[in-house]
């Protein structure tokens, strides 16, 4: 049997799935529904396909001197299922989403092709050791076409994908000149100890990763803003939604010069990678300057010159980063508190797609906006830490607020940061009738 080291990618998933233990922190799960009732032996022998095509579904992972990883043969039974509701397909998925896949020798992925009336759907729950959220895309416009192939019985050509391949391909990278100039950079970038941008202080440190969902859909008055607004200032949707979100963490940090939050890079270098299903992604620290006086357009400029370097850099590890800041900085911790991440990526099928929380979030706030089946307006989810938000109000208020700096930006209400205003009326007036409602009544209890 012949064994492969871990890229970076892996490893990172791999100690924090070893350091929480029998938790489902490594999950992702998502389910895909198709408009129609569809045959469920062309489904689950679609799937096999894929699965069968593609190596790096079937790696599994074992410990020796290192952790290291082996592509298994044999592919597991998907079951069919069928459900009665929606609620009760929902049920179903967010206990599929929170069971643990495991980590030792186990297989790293489970589906289920289902039924809910006259609809057929696909659930599915990967390893992020062998999958990120370009994979589950990746994945369903793979399982359509091969069905639709199937239903046909027209010939196909399935792509042979091998995620090992990325194996060496890293190793070669670690001894190039690329990797130094790469390690130049993020060494030059943090070259003193970086601020830490908070989302909420707190009285003392948990180690409890346990998380909770929120979710929010824009309205489309907004979301046709928005699109007004990206269109006639040459600005991407992603770079908008960071611009509030720094905007805010600017303004609740106000002895900043600068805001660092995550965001994801797909860490695929060409076409070929884009075809392999595996994890890849990583998540890179994002530093901008913000002073009170400059512009929303300035601010939107740096983010974006951002985006560009470290699309160059992407390559290097994030826990590079932080050994040399740990060594050379005395910085501990994390270099964000939040992450952002802008999905749109498209499944080209007639399909509608849902992702299912696995309960757990290595970081205290995680944004997810979601416009990926074309619809009209986009979606906010939220990952939150419950021990950092204990009452789901706070992450409520946190995402209005975040609407209402976008609302001010795309109706052009401030042109520069120092005019933007973080709390929305409504919430203004809570608070005022709450202080009545207490001036009232303290002096008939005293």
């Known amino acids: 049997m012949k064994y492969y080291n871990l890229t970076t990618p892996q490893k990172n998933i791999w100690n924090l799935q070893k350091y929480y233990g029998d938790t489902a922190i490594g999950n992702q799960c998502g389910a895909i529904f198709y408009k129609e009732k569809r045959d469920n032996n062309l489904l689950k022998k679609a799937i096999y396909h894929i699965i069968d095509s593609q190596s790096g579904l079937r790696l599994r992972f074992v410990e020796k001197e290192e952790p290291v990883q082996y592509i298994a043969k044999e592919l597991e039974d998907i079951p069919v299922m069928s459900f ?17 896949i495991g980590l030792n020798d186990k297989v790293m992925y489970r589906f289920v092709v289902f039924q809910i009336g006259d609809r057929s759907g696909i659930l599915a729950a990967l390893s992020h050791l062998i999958s990120d959220a370009w994979t589950f895309s990746f994945i369903a416009g793979q399982v359509d076409e091969i069905y639709h192939n199937l239903e046909d019985g027209a010939d196909y050509d399935i792509w042979q994908a091998d995620y090992t391949e990325y194996v060496q391909t890293e190793k070669d990278y670690f001894i190039s000149e690329r990797y130094k100039k790469d390690k130049s950079y993020w060494e030059s970038k943090y070259t003193a100890q970086p601020e830490k941008s908070i989302i909420k202080m707190l009285p003392a440190k948990s180690d409890s990763i346990e998380a909770k969902r ?5 309205s489309e008055k907004l979301e046709n803003k928005i699109n007004k607004y990206c269109s006639n200032n040459q600005v991407t949707q992603a770079v908008l939604f960071e611009t509030a979100l ?18 994801p890079v797909l860490n695929r270098s060409n076409a070929k990678e884009k075809k392999i299903a595996g994890m890849f992604v990583s998540t890179m620290p994002l530093t901008v300057q913000v002073i009170e006086n400059m512009t929303i357009t300035e601010l939107a400029q740096q983010i974006s010159k951002g985006h560009m370097e470290i699309f160059r850099h992407q390559k290097y590890p994030y826990s590079d980063i ?47 906006i979601d416009n990926r089946d074309g619809k009209s307006t986009h979606t906010i989810n939220v990952d939150y830490q419950t021990a950092v938000f204990k009452d789901e109000r706070e992450v409520e208020y946190i995402v209005s607020r975040l609407e209402y700096i976008i609302a001010q930006i795309v109706y052009e209400a401030s042109t520069d940061i120092k005019g933007i205003d973080i709390i929305p009326q409504e919430e203004k007036n809570l608070v005022l009738e709450q202080f009545n409602d207490t001036y009232v009544q303290y002096p008939r209890e005293k």
């Open 84 to 100: 009665a509701t929606m609620d009760k397909f929902d049920d179903f998925a967010e206990n599929f989403a929170k069971n643990p």
């Open 214 to 218: 929120f979710t929010k859909c824009l």
């Open 322 to 368: 932080l050994k040399y800041l740990r060594e050379k900085q005395n910085f501990s911790g994390n270099l964000y508190d939040v992450m952002i991440s802008y999905q749109n990526a498209k499944t080209d099928t007639e399909a509608e797609t849902k992702w299912y929380s696995n309960g757990y979030s290595e970081v205290p706030f995680v944004v997810h």
């Open 246 to 263: 720094i905007t805010y963490l600017a303004k609740i940090n106000g002895e900043n010069q600068t805001i660092t939050i995550g965001i």
